[in-house]
């Protein structure tokens, strides 16, 4: 394979990586890992995008790629309740 195919296949390449890591992000058990992936594969759609000159394509993985990277460090931070409602009351099963 010569450069010259590389180059024009690149953006296919691009578009099939952004599928896999789209698809392989809810392989990952931990949220924030699925997160960081779903932003990753935003960034190659991105670049697929602009090599295809689709700005919707561009925009909405803009969009998708920093709510994931903003929900990954968020939720870092924020604690996660260990208890539901009826075990703080007292009630059992629920």
Not at 15 to 43: D, E, I, N
């Amino acid at each position: 394979m010569s450069w010259r195919w590389w180059g024009r296949h690149l953006f296919e390449w691009l578009g099939w990586l952004g599928t896999a890591l789209s698809a392989g992000s809810y392989l990952f058990k931990r949220p924030v890992t699925l997160r960081r992936v779903q932003a990753l594969a935003a960034l190659a759609w991105i670049a697929y995008g602009a090599l295809v000159h689709s700005l919707p394509l561009i925009v909405a993985n803009l969009i998708v790629g920093v709510v994931a990277m903003y929900s990954s460090f968020r939720s870092e931070f924020v604690p996660v309740e260990s208890k539901t409602l009826s075990e703080e009351e007292g009630t059992p099963g629920a």
